[in-house]
C-alpha cells in the first residue's frame, strides 16, 4: 500500500497573513491622505488669514492693542456782515462711566450714582444701570456739561478717589440772539451735525475734521508698562460770513411781531429785505419762530397747550390698550408737526398767493412786450362779464373806478383793468415773462428746503378756448398762483433795479481756521428780463402807487417810497364742512429810495383776525407794517432823507437846554432845531421850559419857555386817540399840553384815523410829552 503523501495544510495563515497586511497598508496610506487634507484644510485656512482676511484681521488686533479718543474739532462760527456773531461753539465736557474699571476697583457704585445724579441732575437707579453693564467700556451719562457742572464731579472724584468715572472734552453750539434770524441759522443736533438752516446747508465746511489720540493697552484695557502715544490733530471747521444784518433784522421781526399782536394774525407772518442792487439778504424771518439754543421747545403757547392737553388725554387711557398707544401716536404726531412748524423758513419753503403786489410783474410785462402804453385807459364799472369766463368778475372797488390809465390802474390796484391787461399780453407771453422772472424755477439761494413755487403752465394759460381766460385772468392780478417770497422778491427787484433778475444770497465768505477766503460771493446776474426803459417808466409808476394810490400808509417821511399793496384770499384752504374758508394773507412790497432803488421789503401776515374790527387789507394792515420797518431800517442803513420844511413837523428833535438863556439867545438855538415858542412871563433869562431838556418832539412845535416861577408841574393822562382824524388828535393833545408825532399818512381826511398811538391811554406823563401816533388811510382797501 502506498503511502499517500502529507497535504500542506498552511494556506489559510498565509491568506489572513495577507489580508491583515493589505489593511495595515489602506490604513496608512488612509491617514496620509487625512494628512493631506489637513494640511491642505488648515494651510487654506492660514492662506485666508494670512492674504484673503488679512486687512480685517490686522485691524481687529490694533484695535485689541490700541486705545482711540476721538479730539473735537471746533465748529465753525456764524457771524453777520458786522461781525456779531450769531453761532458759535463754547468748551464743554461729557461725563461718562467706565463699568469695568468701577467693578475692578470696587466702587460703591449706590454711593457714587446718589452724588453724581444730585449734581447731574439724573436718576440715580439709571446711572447704577449704566455702571452694571461691564460689556462696554464707555457709558455717556451726561452730554456737554458747563464748566462749574464738571468742576463738581471733578470733586466727587477726588473725594472718594474713584476710579472709572471720566470727563472727555467737547463743545456745544450757542447762539446768542435766540430767536433772530433762528430758520436762516437753523441749530445742531445731540451729535452736534447741523439739522436746520445754514448749520445744515454748509455742515460740511462748518463741522472740520475730529482729532484722536492713539494709545497702546493690554488685556481688559488696562495700561501697559511700554506704551506710545500718537496724536492726530483735529482741523477746525471754516466760519460763515453772512449778509445778513441783526439789526435789520431785529426791526423787521419787532414790526411783524407787533403787526401779529395788533391785527391777532392767526397763521403767523413772514417778510424779507433784500438788497435790489446785488440780490444780498440783509434780513429774513418767519413768525412764530423758536430759539435754537432749545430747538425743541414749542413756543407757540397756544399750540403748546393743545399738545399738552394731548398728553394729558393719553395718559388717562388704560395700559396697554389700544387706545392709549393711539392717543400717545397723536400726541408724538402733534410735538412732531409742532416742531417742523416752527422750524420752517416759508420765505424760500412755502408758495404763497401773493395777490395785488403780483400786478407789478404783469405791467412790467405788459409794457415791455408793448401789449399796453402808458398812454392807454380802462374802464372799471365795478364788475364785468368776460368772454370766456364764467364768472362775473368783480373788483374790489365794488362801486367802480371808472376811467383809468394805465398807471392809476396801478395805483387803484383795479382788478378789471388788469384783467384786460392781462387779456391784451397775452396767456403766451405772460408765461414766458414770468418764467424769464424765475418763478418756475428754483432761485439758487444758498438756504436748505427751497421750493419751486407752483405756477400754471403756459398751455393752460395760452389756452382761451378753454378755461385759459379764466387762468390768465386770474394769474393778472395774483391769484391761483403760488410763487414763494423769495421768488416774488427777486423778480421784484429785477423790475426796479434795471431789469436784472439776481441770484439771491445769505452768505457773503466762507473763511477757514487760518483767516483764509475759500469761498466768496458776489453779484450774479441770471438774465435780464425787461429793458432799462421799462425798469425806469415802473419805478415812477410804483412810487405813485404810494404817493396817490392804495399804498398811501407804506409812506415815509424823507424818503421817496414805492410799493404795492395786495389781499389775497386763501382759495386752497377748506373748512370742517368741505367749504372754502374766507382767510385772507395780507402783504406789501415797499421799495427805497425810488430815485435810486437799493432795498425791497416784503411783509406778508397770514389770516388776520376778522374779530379785531380792522378792515382786512394789504393797504390797512401789511402797508403800514412795511412802513415801519423802512423808516427803522433806511437811516441806520445810511439811506439819507430829504426833508421838506413841511416834513419838518414829522421828524422827531431833541429839545434843548435854554435855562439861564435871554430870549433871542433861546430863539436862535431853536430855530436850528425848526421849534417855535412862546414866552411866559416877565423876566429877563428862561427859568424853566416844557418840554424839559432832553425829550423828544416834532420838529416845527412851539415850546413853552418861563421867566417866572408858573411853570406847571402836574402830570396829565394820556387819553385814546383811537379812531381819531389828525385835526381831532392834534387838538386833544394840544388843549392837554402833549405833542403829536404823526406817522403814517397825515392827511387831513375824514378817512385817515388814529389806529395806533405809542403810550397807553390812561398813563400819566408830564407835560410837554411827545405821543407817537400812528394814522391809516381807511380807504385802502386792497
Known amino acids: 500500500m502506498k503511502q499517500q503523501p502529507q497535504r500542506r495544510r498552511r494556506r489559510a495563515p498565509k491568506r489572513e497573513e495577507v489580508s491583515t497586511t493589505h489593511v495595515r497598508k489602506g490604513i496608512f496610506f488612509l491617514m496620509i491622505l487625512l494628512g493631506v487634507v489637513s494640511f491642505c484644510a488648515v494651510a487654506g485656512m492660514l492662506v485666508k488669514l494670512m492674504l484673503v482676511d488679512h486687512d480685517y484681521y490686522e485691524a481687529k488686533a490694533i484695535r485689541n492693542q490700541t486705545r482711540s479718543t476721538s479730539v473735537t ?97 467737547d463743545s456745544q453750539r450757542y447762539y446768542p440772539y435766540h430767536d433772530v434770524a433762528a430758520q ?27 482729532g484722536a489720540v492713539i494709545t497702546t493697552k493690554g488685556n481688559y484695557e488696562t495700561q501697559m508698562l511700554y506704551s506710545y502715544e500718537k496724536y492726530y490733530q483735529a482741523s477746525d471747521g471754516d466760519s460763515i460770513h453772512l449778509t445778513l444784518d441783526t439789526t435789520v433784522q431785529y426791526y423787521l421781526q419787532k414790526q411783524m411781531q407787533d403787526a401779529v399782536d395788533r391785527y391777532d394774525v392767526l397763521n403767523g407772518a413772514f417778510g424779507i429785505v433784500m438788497n435790489c442792487k446785488t440780490g444780498e439778504i440783509v434780513a429774513m424771518c418767519t413768525l412764530g419762530s423758536y430759539d435754537p439754543n432749545d430747538y425743541q421747545e414749542i413756543y407757540d403757547e397756544d399750540l403748546r397747550t393743545q399738545i399738552e392737553e394731548l398728553y394729558t388725554k393719553a395718559e388717562k387711557q388704560p395700559e396697554n390698550s389700544t387706545a392709549r398707544t393711539e392717543a400717545f401716536n397723536a400726541y408724538n404726531a402733534a410735538v412732531r408737526d409742532a416742531r417742523l412748524k ?89 408765461y414766458d415773462y414770468c418764467r424769464a422772472f424765475g418763478l418756475m424755477e428754483q432761485t439758487g439761494i444758498d438756504l436748505p428746503g427751497e421750493a419751486s413755487g407752483v405756477f400754471h403752465t403756459r398751455e393752460r394759460l395760452a389756452n382761451t378756448a378753454s378755461y385759459g381766460t379764466s387762468y390768465l385772468i386770474a394769474t393778472s392780478f395774483g391769484q391761483t398762483i403760488k410763487p414763494t417770497p423769495i421768488q416774488l422778491v427777486t423778480a421784484i427787484s429785477a423790475v426796479v433795479n434795471g431789469g436784472y433778475l439776481l441770484e439771491p444770497y445769505v452768505v457773503s465768505e466762507i473763511v477757514d481756521s487760518e483767516g483764509n477766503v475759500v469761498q466768496q460771493n458776489a453779484r450774479t446776474v441770471v438774465r435780464q428780463v425787461i429793458s432799462e426803459e421799462t425798469s425806469a417808466t415802473m419805478r415812477q409808476i410804483i412810487e405813485s402807487v404810494v404817493t396817490e394810490g392804495t399804498a398811501k400808509n407804506g409812506s415815509v417821511v424823507g424818503y421817496r417810497i414805492g410799493g404795492k399793496t395786495g389781499t389775497a384770499e386763501k382759495t386752497d ?43 382786512i387789507s394789504g393797504g390797512v394792515m401789511a402797508a403800514p407794517t412795511g412802513a415801519r420797518v423802512m423808516e427803522d431800517i433806511l437811516p441806520y442803513l445810511g439811506v439819507e432823507p430829504d ?57 416845527n412845535s412851539t415850546v413853552l419857555l418861563y421867566t417866572d416861577d408858573s411853570m406847571p408841574t402836574d402830570e396829565v393822562e394820556v387819553p385814546n386817540l383811537t379812531g381819531m382824524t389828525v385835526a381831532q388828535a392834534s387838538t386833544t393833545l394840544s388843549q392837554l399840553g402833549l405833542y403829536l408825532q404823526a406817522k403814517g399818512t397825515d392827511s387831513n381826511a375824514w378817512y385817515v384815523v388814529v389806529t395806533k398811538q405809542d403810550i397807553d391811554a390812561g398813563t400819566k406823563v408830564p407835560r410837554g410829552t411827545m405821543i407817537a401816533v400812528t394814522f391809516t388811510d381807511t380807504t385802502a382797501l386792497d
Open 73 to 169: 474739532a471746533s465748529r465753525g462760527t456764524i457771524y453777520d456782515r458786522n461781525g456779531n456773531v450769531l453761532a458759535a461753539s463754547s468748551s464743554v465736557e461729557n461725563v461718562f462711566l467706565d463699568p469695568l474699571e468701577l467693578s475692578q476697583n470696587k466702587v460703591d457704585v449706590p454711593a457714587l450714582a446718589k452724588k453724581l445724579a444730585a449734581v447731574l441732575d439724573l436718576d440715580a437707579g439709571w446711572i447704577e444701570e449704566q455702571a452694571a453693564d461691564t460689556s462696554l467700556r464707555y457709558k455717556v451719562i451726561k452730554r456737554r456739561q458747563a464748566q462749574e457742572v464738571c468742576d463738581k464731579v471733578r470733586e466727587i472724584i477726588a473725594e472718594d478717589k474713584i476710579i472709572g468715572v471720566h470727563l472727555e472734552p
Open 573 to 615: 384752504q377748506i373748512d370742517s364742512n368741505g367749504q372754502q374758508t374766507n382767510d385772507k394773507i395780507v402783504s406789501f412790497v415797499g421799495i427805497a429810495p425810488m430815485d435810486d432803488p437799493e432795498y425791497v421789503v416784503l411783509i406778508a401776515l397770514d389770516t388776520p383776525n376778522p374779530a379785531t374790527g380792522t378792515y
Open 184 to 210: 436762516i441759522i437753523g441749530f445742531t443736533n445731540i451729535e452736534n451735525v447741523g439739522s436746520e438752516g445754514l448749520e445744515a446747508y454748509y455742515n460740511d465746511e462748518l463741522q472740520g475734521t475730529a
Open 643 to 699: 426833508y421838506s420844511e413841511v416834513d419838518m413837523s414829522r421828524v422827531t428833535v431833541r429839545m434843548p437846554n435854554l435855562a439861564g438863556k435871554t430870549e433871542s439867545e433861546a430863539a436862535a438855538i431853536l430855530e436850528e432845531d425848526h421849534l417855535n415858542y412862546k414866552i411866559i412871563g416877565d423876566g429877563d433869562k428862561i427859568v424853566s421850559q416844557i418840554p424839559a431838556h432832553g425829550r423828544e418832539l416834532p420838529g
Open 342 to 430: 416752527q422750524w420752517r423758513n416759508r420765505c424760500v419753503s412755502d408758495g404763497y398767493e401773493p395777490g395785488s403786489t403780483f400786478k407789478i410783474l404783469t405791467l412790467a410785462a405788459a409794457l415791455d412786450s408793448g401789449a399796453v402804453t402808458t398812454a392807454d385807459t380802462f374802464y372799471c364799472g365795478g364788475s364785468e362779464k368776460i368772454e370766456g369766463r364764467e364768472q362775473i368778475l368783480n373788483c374790489w372797488n365794488h362801486a367802480g373806478h371808472g376811467s383809468e390809465t394805465t398807471a392809476q390802474a396801478l395805483q387803484k390796484s383795479c382788478n378789471i383793468a388788469f384783467a384786460h391787461i392781462g387779456l391784451r399780453t397775452g396767456g403766451g407771453t405772460l
